[in-house]
């Protein structure tokens, strides 16, 4: 044996007696340890057990708040991490404070809140022994492990993400752009368990800001109510909960708990990323469908224009009722306007709004939803600072930002077209015919000028979306339509209303 070997087994062997000693320190000293101490001990125990990237993810932020007779009380910042100990580590936990706090038989684990948390209360101990004899007659015989006395975590339990309680389908504003979205999801909320599925899956997409969030999680406010067990997740917590459970290696416990639920809603699918993750997302979709689950998704575009998801998925989805919300049209835009405002005077009773001015912010901000509300705020700032009335100059003022950098509604001649046809009574067939009769060559020659002014495309090109006409009687008709609203008053309103209703 050389020397660095003999060097190596003397470190070692003092090691080992260095343990002994404070082990048998730790065992003469167990009545007199602060519960403080005692969680330390805890701490550093599941850290050496669990390793460092386990004990980050769930016990980093788990905290003692109080011990009390034989109950220590312990904390977390979320209901997530609450729910998930309690379904995977309490019993550990509770064995290993039992070890260090002798006469531990339950825990309480709570999520605290931003307010001051109380002082650690320290339950009655024995008092000190004077030899290790007494200390082991003054322990009292170890409890059984006990589930926590918080209340009780059903096996089927899954934390998803929170719901917005102000979401319901009462405060959900119906118009001709939701109307078939709105009647579908509360058709699926309001289904009875014994009915079968009227559409499964229910596949809602929109653009941001148009309700199709508000909508999801009313279907899951609705299902609540009716007993049945449903399930809210964000693409972004379904894939965060997927990886922690292969993480903490119980990927199988939340497969079966993901699928014991009755409804599953799942908002922003478009953001779900990996083919791990989508292929669990796969199967937890057929499982659920294929065993009478309902499952509702939302996403900013239809399952056939999300490139990035797996095709099975796609597939899947789009077997169900794929239905579009639409952009906000202007009577709904006032519905939602007033709404808004009537909060907004729960809270500041002088803010008053004239209709005009309400049918004016309708017009102006036609993006989202959000923008009105954020044009709402903007009155009630200029109206509160101000102290004046509100006059259509405020609310020019007020709402500037929300519309001096909107681009102009890049219109088609297809729009432009149906429209015109629409308005002269028409059909589009005959804008593009042969016909020459008066009740058609006028339409036609309206719509062509319109096509030239509003359009970017040249006059052959017109020409060739006009029926293949040739580009000098685009020319003819668009001269002969900007002599006509010279003179024309008549034909000069009838275009300036095609204007408008063409860049709505």
């Not at 917590?237 to 079966?256: D, H, N, P």
């Not at 799942?266 to 292929?279: E, R, T």
């Not at 009155?379 to 500037?400: F, K, N, P, V, W």
Request: aromatic residues 6%; proline residues 4%; positive net charge.
């Amino acid at each position: 044996m050389n020397s660095s070997e003999r060097l190596t087994l003397s470190a070692a062997a003092q090691n080992s007696k260095n343990l002994a000693v404070a082990d048998l320190s730790t065992s003469l000293g167990d009545a007199a340890i602060t519960p403080a101490a005692a969680w330390d001990r805890v701490k550093r125990r599941l850290r050496a057990e669990y390793g460092e990237d386990v004990f980050s993810s769930w016990f980093a932020r788990l905290e003692l708040d109080a011990v009390a007779d034989d109950t220590v009380s312990l904390s977390v910042p979320t209901r997530f991490l609450r729910s998930w100990i309690q379904a995977h580590y309490i019993d550990k936990i509770l064995g290993l404070l039992s070890a260090e706090l002798p006469g531990t038989a339950h825990i309480t684990l709570n999520v605290r809140t931003a307010a001051a948390r109380p002082p650690i209360v320290i339950r009655e101990t024995a008092p000190c022994a004077k030899n290790p004899a007494e200390v082991v007659a003054a322990k009292p015989a170890m409890a059984p492990f006990l589930r926590a006395l918080e209340a009780p975590v059903r096996e089927d339990d899954l934390a998803g993400s929170p719901l917005d309680r102000r979401m319901s389908f009462e405060a959900y504003y119906v118009g001709r752009s939701n109307a078939l979205a709105h009647a579908a999801a509360l058709q699926v909320a309001k289904s009875a368990p014994s009915e079968p599925l009227p559409y499964n899956p229910l596949f809602i997409h929109a653009s941001v800001g148009l309700g199709k969030s508000h909508l999801i999680q009313a279907i899951a406010h609705q299902a609540e109510t009716q007993g049945k067990r449903a399930l809210y997740l964000t693409a972004e917590r379904f894939m965060y909960g997927f990886v922690a459970a292969l993480k903490a290696q119980t990927a199988i416990q939340f497969k079966e708990k993901l699928r014991a639920i009755d409804i599953l809603v799942i908002d922003d699918l478009q953001f779900l990323a990996g083919k791990s993750i989508q292929q669990e997302f796969c199967h937890t979709l057929n499982a659920l469908i294929d065993g009478g689950k309902q499952v509702v998704v939302a996403a900013d575009r239809p399952p056939a224009d999300l490139e990035t998801l797996d095709e099975r998925v796609r597939s899947r989805l789009s077997g169900g009722l794929v239905v579009e919300i639409g952009a906000l049209d202007e009577e709904l835009r006032v519905k939602i306007l007033k709404s808004r405002i009537e909060a907004a005077r729960s809270h500041h009773a002088n803010f008053d709004v004239p209709d005009t001015v309400v049918a004016y912010v309708a017009h102006q901000v036609s993006t989202n939803g959000r923008d009105l509300d954020g044009a709402v705020n903007r009155l009630l700032a200029h109206s509160a600072l101000s102290g004046s009335g509100m006059s259509l100059e405020t609310a020019e003022a007020a709402i500037r930002d929300l519309v001096k950098n909107r681009e102009p509604r890049r219109v088609k001649i297809e729009d432009i077209q149906r429209i015109v046809a629409k308005h002269y009574n028409v059909s589009r067939a005959d804008i593009l015919s042969l016909r020459r009769t008066a009740t058609v060559v006028k339409p036609r020659q309206v719509a062509m000028y319109l096509a030239k002014s509003l359009t970017p495309r040249s006059l052959p090109e017109i020409g060739r979306r006009f029926g293949g006409r040739d580009h000098t009687t685009v020319l003819h008709a668009v001269r002969k339509i900007e002599g006509l609203v010279g003179r024309d008053s008549g034909l000069a309103e009838e275009v300036d209303l095609l204007r408008r209703l063409l860049s709505e």
